[in-house]
């Protein structure tokens, strides 16, 4: 009997060739669509099987048939008229914390969404299972901020910058302790650190504002003996060795 995809992934995961190799493939907007109208049908999409199943929490939810324009959770506004969205109005317009909202995640993670997402993590079965919640402590900072003003707290208002960035890892060490609850292989976290060129904080500011915290969530998703799985754009590779630290 060949082995599940679960356990394909596993292997990977401890650098063990496999035969196949797991994959897992995902479409954005209307990309999905787009090839039903190029091979005539959507008969392509039974071919896929995708190793990892993506379970998703806290997502910006828009119909832009609906509004152009919506407010997340945070109170950033967004134009999502077409893709790719895009960020055109922060909460936080000076450097305070005085108008700094956060969601209450107990309205978010209930029993409801505790028993919707164990069913489902339970019926993918022979897939290995992930749950994701949405933006990383550096994309949070700069929603909130915006991005030039983010940068420039870091910059020259290091300690501002460092109370912000604590209190959304706070916040999102909360909404860890939710999802490791779940009977779900492991957590990803997602925060797009890099451009083209390096990091954009610079490695320095990195490993000073966004590593000690990130350390502690995922030493906690390791403690439940969870894998721990980040998505990131860019070129990071100068801070690789501390992601796998």
Same mark, same amino acid.
Request: hydrophobic share 40%; charged share 25%; aromatic share 12%.
């Given at each position: 009997? $060949?082995? $599940?995809?679960?356990?394909?992934?596993?292997?990977?995961?401890?650098?063990?060739?496999?035969?196949?190799?797991?994959?897992?493939?995902?479409?954005?907007?209307?990309?999905?669509?787009?090839?039903?109208?190029?091979?005539?049908?959507?008969?392509?999409?039974?071919?896929?099987?995708?190793?990892?199943?993506?379970?998703?929490?806290?997502? *910006?939810?828009?119909?832009?048939?609906?509004?152009?324009?919506?407010?997340?959770?945070?109170?950033?506004?967004?134009?999502?008229?077409?893709?790719?969205?895009?960020?055109?109005?922060?909460?936080?317009?000076?450097?305070?914390?005085?108008?700094?909202?956060?969601?209450?995640?107990?309205?978010?993670?209930?029993?409801?969404?505790?028993?919707?997402?164990?069913?489902?993590?339970?019926?993918?079965?022979?897939?290995?299972?992930?749950?994701?919640?949405?933006?990383?402590?550096?994309?949070?900072?700069?929603?909130?901020?915006?991005?030039?003003?983010?940068?420039?707290?870091?910059?020259?208002?290091?300690?501002?910058?460092?109370?912000?960035?604590?209190?959304?890892?706070?916040?999102?060490?909360?909404?860890?302790?939710?999802?490791?609850?779940?009977?779900?292989?492991?957590?990803?976290?997602?925060?797009?650190?890099?451009?083209?060129?390096?990091?954009? *904080?610079?490695?320095?500011?990195?490993?000073?504002?966004?590593?000690?915290?990130?350390?502690?969530?995922?030493?906690?998703?390791?403690?439940?003996?969870?894998?721990?799985?980040?998505?990131?754009?860019?070129?990071?590779?100068?801070?690789?060795?501390?992601?796998?630290?």
């Amino acid at each position: 009997m $060949s082995d $599940s995809p679960r356990d394909l992934v596993i292997a990977q995961i401890e650098h063990r060739e496999t035969d196949p190799l797991p994959y897992t493939l995902d479409f954005e907007g209307d990309v999905a669509e787009r090839l039903d109208a190029y091979y005539g049908s959507d008969a392509w999409r039974a071919l896929l099987d995708n190793a990892i199943h993506v379970t998703f929490t806290m997502q *910006l939810d828009y119909d832009p048939r609906v509004s152009q324009t919506t407010t997340d959770r945070y109170g950033c506004v967004w134009d999502v008229s077409h893709r790719p969205i895009y960020l055109i109005e922060s909460p936080l317009k000076e450097p305070s914390l005085e108008k700094l909202a956060l969601p209450d995640l107990d309205t978010i993670y209930d029993e409801a969404w505790r028993r919707e997402t164990t069913q489902a993590v339970r019926e993918a079965g022979r897939y290995f299972t992930v749950l994701r919640f949405d933006f990383g402590l550096f994309e949070r900072t700069w929603m909130l901020r915006g991005f030039e003003n983010a940068l420039v707290d870091a910059a020259l208002r290091p300690d501002f910058y460092a109370e912000l960035v604590g209190l959304l890892a706070e916040h999102q060490m909360e909404i860890v302790e939710r999802l490791v609850q779940i009977p779900a292989d492991g957590i990803m976290f997602g925060d797009d650190w890099g451009y083209q060129r390096g990091v954009i *904080l610079g490695a320095a500011r990195w490993r000073r504002f966004l590593k000690p915290h990130l350390a502690q969530m995922y030493a906690r998703v390791h403690q439940a003996n969870k894998y721990v799985l980040t998505h990131c754009c860019g070129s990071i590779e100068e801070i690789l060795p501390d992601l796998i630290e």
